[in-house]
């Protein structure tokens, strides 16, 4: 039943993949998509597919596999089904440093903003863990998502009020901060891979651990787990992975938060199946939402981070009433 399961996402994520190199402005068939990547077609089909939609594609399912492990560590690590990678701050850090490279130094392409996001996500996770960590008492889930929580509603109350007092910066951004994968390339992707790759390797070694502190932090200890170094080893992969996806495709909300619930729904409590499951899952909603925000204001474009609003909301009313998808 698993690997049946494990089938349907994969066709799943196959058939959503087709769709978003197809789906558009100009509307291509499978059979034309399928020859032009093959070195056929004609030269708008080529500008078309590998100009500008592999590109987006590609983009849209590194975003997606970052915020879905994200999502699925974060839970994991607070023990808590309603915590999403912006509950430690990231987004809100990545969305002030690219407001203040807007506002003050003039940025007004995604390549500025790119390095920008990233490191606001490398600062504020840093300060959240300090913070967190101040004092006799060590750091746990509880103080750390307070302190997320805290700094991250400051910077985001800064961010507003920075785009507000200047419509410069507003236009500028604004695309981005609502979550977009239009006019991503791989100038913009190439550079914050290897950060992607790391986020993901680490969460892989992690998983294991993850089941272990499930239990509590004394049972967990009793098997024989590192309680620390797996905390800061989920603090390290959730700065890695939301930096990188805050970074290509701004903050996209409900990504992170939903994706865990379905994988666990499908495979059960182990975390190292449901990482491996939202590492397919999630980046077939951020395609399938990309695509539906292609065409449902035809012919301009919705941003992909209001499509999964729309769209996860309801599925997560709906996954909630399901008892094995309650707790991680």
Do not use: K
Not at 106 to 121: C, E, H, P, Q, S
Request: aromatic share 6%.
């Amino acid at each position: 039943m698993t690997f049946r399961r494990l089938g349907y996402v994969l066709g799943a994520l196959a058939a959503v993949l087709l769709l978003s190199l197809a789906v558009g402005a100009n509307m291509l068939s499978p059979a034309v998509v399928l020859d032009t990547l093959r070195g056929g077609g004609d030269a708008q089909s080529q500008y078309v597919v590998t100009g500008l939609r592999v590109p987006r594609t590609v983009t849209g399912i590194c975003a997606g596999v970052a915020l879905g492990i994200a999502g699925t560590l974060i839970q994991a690590f607070t023990r808590n089904p309603l915590a999403d990678p912006g509950i430690l701050g990231v987004n809100a850090g990545a969305a002030f440093t690219v407001a203040v490279g807007v506002a003050f130094f003039g940025l007004r392409d995604i390549g500025g903003f790119v390095w920008l996001a990233f490191l606001g996500a490398l600062m504020v996770t840093l300060a959240v863990y300090v913070i967190g960590s101040a004092g006799r008492a060590p750091a746990d889930p509880i103080r750390l998502t307070l302190a997320g929580v805290a700094i991250g509603a400051v910077l985001s109350g800064i961010t507003t009020g920075l785009t507000l007092s200047n419509p410069d910066a507003f236009d500028a951004m604004r695309g981005w901060n609502a979550g977009s994968l239009l006019g991503r390339d791989f100038g913009v992707l190439l550079p914050v891979l290897p950060f992607l790759l790391a986020g993901v390797a680490i969460a892989i070694v992690v998983a294991p651990g993850l089941n272990a502190l499930a239990l509590g932090d004394d049972v967990a200890r009793a098997q024989g787990a590192n309680v620390a170094l797996i905390r800061v080893a989920v603090i390290v992969a959730v700065t890695l992975l939301c930096g990188t996806a805050t970074a290509l495709a701004g903050p996209i909300s409900f990504v992170g938060l939903m994706v865990p619930h379905v994988a666990r729904w499908l495979f059960g409590v182990d975390q190292r199946a449901i990482l491996a499951a939202s590492l397919l899952l999630a980046p077939t909603m951020i395609l399938l939402a990309d695509v539906i925000g292609r065409v449902l204001i035809a012919p301009a474009e919705m941003p992909v981070g209001i499509v999964t609003a729309f769209v996860g909301a309801p599925v997560l009313i709906l996954l909630a009433r399901r008892s094995r998808a309650a707790a991680p």
